[in-house]
């Protein structure tokens, strides 16, 4: 559980998650309550990423509005915090919502327990009647990313930063590596890809120093997958002259006009909309549910502050790519080992 520190010594941002947890005591049981009572589990990194966990808090949101459920979210401090808090959530919510592949057993263990409570769950497989989890395709993310980075590069050398060594990380960095590798068939010219791994998600000042050091070796575009951790990379590469970024899952295209290439997205957002919606209308569909570009579960922005950064031709490659994604054409590696052996789609007409 979420420890309770003196208060003299308590940072006034650490009440959050302890109120949010208490909180659901003082609430009225599901029976008799009129809104869904929705609560959210993050991990460490919590709200405020500007990726993976703002995205999903996004549907919560629209849920609020479109059919006033209610919401709270409880941020995890460790794995070991996610069975006991889970536990306490599901003891007076009608949904949990639970965010991030590390979640995937602490689920497995409680989700049985409370057969009556219905399960969310974003990144992982979980079985049971009671729970509706989602994958998304990131591989098709990151190719997009890494082909938009190879066609942009003019140092012929490309980052990226990831968090934690789970699979949807290596998907993303699999598709990259697959994008830049496609991108050198393109161009005629090779390019170095090189991958750093925070071995975090809620370490910005550790992204900040690997963007840095990236930074360092003449990379000009740098793609994050970091989750929290991907604070410090927005920093790194917003401070660096003529050096871009790539975000991933929520759009940051506005973040800084223009030196946002492109942001890759994951649409988390509508898949707990729309199962809180289910839910909402007695029609809750359990099950597991693995979404890409064809099921509108992954994509990339429009690029609309970056464009006449591209040459026209790069721009039609680039959308090539995603139509192809979009019916089905080839198949992006989800692991690194995949990498060596996949062999680039054609982009160019023919």
Request: aromatic share 8%; with cysteine.
């Amino acid at each position: 559980m979420i420890g309770v520190q003196p208060a003299r010594k308590r940072a006034a941002g650490s009440l959050l998650p302890l109120l949010c947890l208490l909180a659901l005591f003082v609430l009225p049981s599901p029976a008799r309550a009129a809104a869904l009572r929705v609560v959210v589990l993050t991990d460490s990194a919590g709200l405020g990423d500007k990726g993976f966990n703002d995205v999903c808090w996004k549907g919560v949101q629209a849920a609020q509005k479109d059919f006033g459920a209610s919401a709270q979210f409880i941020q995890s401090r460790e794995q070991a915090d996610y069975v006991s808090n889970l536990t306490l959530a599901a003891q007076r919510a009608d949904v949990i919502v639970t965010l991030g592949y590390l979640y995937v057993d602490a689920v497995k263990q409680v989700a049985p327990r409370f057969p009556s409570i219905r399960f969310i769950h974003i990144e992982g497989e979980i079985p049971g009647e009671n729970v509706a989890c989602f994958d998304f395709k990131s591989e098709e993310g990151g190719f997009l990313a890494g082909l938009t980075a190879g066609l942009f590069t003019k140092s012929l050398k490309v980052g990226m930063v990831s968090g934690m060594n789970i699979p949807p990380v290596e998907a993303y960095v699999a598709g990259f590596r697959s994008g830049t590798k496609t991108a050198e068939k393109l161009r005629g010219k090779a390019m170095e890809t090189i991958v750093a791994s925070a071995g975090s998600f809620n370490d910005p000042v550790k992204g900040k120093s690997l963007a840095r050091a990236l930074i360092d070796k003449g990379t000009d575009v740098v793609f994050r997958a970091a989750g929290n951790t991907g604070i410090g990379v927005l920093e790194a590469v917003r401070n660096a002259k003529g050096v871009y970024l790539i975000a991933e899952d929520l759009d940051l295209d506005d973040e800084f006009p223009g030196k946002v290439l492109v942001s890759t997205l994951k649409r988390m957002d509508t898949a707990v909309y729309g199962a809180l919606k289910d839910i909402h209308n007695g029609s809750f569909k359990p099950g597991h549910r693995r979404l890409g570009l064809a099921e509108g579960g992954v994509g990339i922005t429009d690029m609309k502050h970056s464009r006449t950064l591209f040459d026209p031709g790069d721009l039609e490659r680039i959308q090539r790519a995603r139509t192809l994604l979009e019916q089905g054409k080839f198949t992006v590696p989800v692991r690194e080992s995949e990498v060596e052996g996949f062999q680039p789609p054609a982009l160019d007409p023919q």
